[in-house]
Nanobody, 118 residues
Framework: QVPLVESGGGLVQPGGSLRLSCTAPGFTSYGCGMHWYRQGTGKEREWVASISGGGTTTYAESVKGRFTISKDEAKETMYLQMSSLKHEDTAMYLC????????????WGQGTQVTVSS
């Protein structure tokens, strides 16, 4: 099992931007989807964005128009470009990658913290 590793989090002012990365050297998705989730302190984990094996993207309504998910399969890396950040975006951001012939297996990273504050 190859662990996923997120990076790029940090402290940013409202309206600012951050680019998160999720990488797993040696990991093979077999054409399955990849996803970003987030969980604020004391809150339930929520889905943020997904990119399918074919490259189709979907977003939670709360981030639509502000976040962009992408991937570079050659580098085995997924990205989340975040702009126009709000206080409510403060959370631990985690990536999830699916694998297996039926996309039945999920792999999680440990998360990267994003804090939006003045």
């Amino acid at each position: 099992q190859v662990p996923l590793v997120e990076s790029g989090g940090g402290l940013v002012q409202p309206g600012g931007s951050l680019r998160l990365s999720c990488t797993a050297p040696g990991f093979t998705s077999y054409g399955c989807g990849m996803h970003w989730y987030r969980q604020g302190t004391g809150k339930e984990r929520e889905w943020v964005a997904s990119i399918s094996g074919g490259g189709t993207t979907t977003y939670a309504e709360s981030v639509k128009g502000r976040f962009t998910i992408s991937k570079d399969e050659a580098k085995e890396t997924m990205y989340l470009q975040m702009s126009s950040l709000k206080h409510e975006d403060t959370a631990m951001y985690l990536c999830k990658a699916m694998s297996g012939l039926l996309c039945e297996s999920s792999y999680w990273g440990q998360g990267t913290q994003v804090t939006v504050s003045s």
